[in-house]
């Protein structure tokens, strides 16, 4: 009975075995296929959470984007702010330099046209002037043909009429010079002027009569122009002519000039002399006549040309030697 027993527990554990060797292997497989399912979960976890990482890196690359266009945007906000404001300074600045070139051009206009104004009055002088010139050639032109046409005079009486002319003197501080003689007429065989030296030397004792004449072109701020008649080297103060524009801007030209009556004695010297000033002298002329020569024959007394009225010869002569 026992060994039936254990006969029956034989068959029963073979039988249960026979019976669960199947299901072994298919519940390794199941535990294999599970393995392999987790395994995936794993690796699937970690490429989320990888994932997940990597969600959180863009987000916040996007966080960071976002500040830096808003910090951009204020950036830019801030200098187009500035640059306004600088334009605007500018512009400013532009409009007050505007103004005050209009400011000026107007007051340029103004003192252009106080200019012209002063030009025009100028020209109305300076053509009066040249029309007294004029009328003065046109006399003294009268008189030399009139001289020239009037018969030899007397042996016994001499004369003189001498005139140098220079176009131009362009610097103070020299004698004057002649380009040409424009009359010569005497009877004394030399008429005394040099043109190459300027330099007029007495050729008789006597009276003569000194004319001398100009036009400066004087500009404001220069100095003014001074001519004298020099006797013998030495400044005759009386002789002197005076040119200067006093005005605030353009130039302006003068005719200006004198005449002087002088005692000379034979071989004494004249010249004109240009001592100081700007500018340039034009139409320079310089005529010397004799009035009346002196000598042992001649009367004690000779008529002042300017009065008509009788001089003393000593008293000329007196009155000369305080100059020289």
Known sequence: MKILKN??????IFGLGAFLNPMDRKIKKINKRLTGLVKNLKGTQIEFKNFKKTQIEFKNQIEDNKQNIKENKNNNQYNIDNLTTEIESEMAILYANITVAQEKIEENNG???????????NMAIL??????VQDNIKANTEIIDNILNTPTA?????FLYVCGYQDTVSSAGVVITYDKTMINYNNLGSNGLDIATGQFTSPVEGVY???????????????TVDVYIRLN?????????????SGSSGRVYENFGKDL????NKGETLDLYWEQGNGYLYHITLCVTLAREVNGTSPATLMDLSTDEEV??????KNQNKTK
């Open 7 to 12: 006969l029956l527990m034989l068959a029963l």
């Open 111 to 121: 003192n252009i046209k106080e200019t012209q104004d002063k030009v025009n009055s």
């Open 127 to 132: 053509n009066e002037n040249i029309t007294d």
């Open 154 to 158: 007397p042996a016994n009486t001499s």
């Open 209 to 223: 009569i000194i004319t001398y004449s100009m036009m400066n072109d004087a500009g404001y701020n220069e100095n």
């Open 233 to 245: 080297g030495n400044y005759i103060t009386e002789s002197v002519v005076l040119s200067l524009y």
């Open 261 to 264: 009556t002088i005692y000379l």
């Open 312 to 317: 003393d010869i000593e008293d000329i002569i």
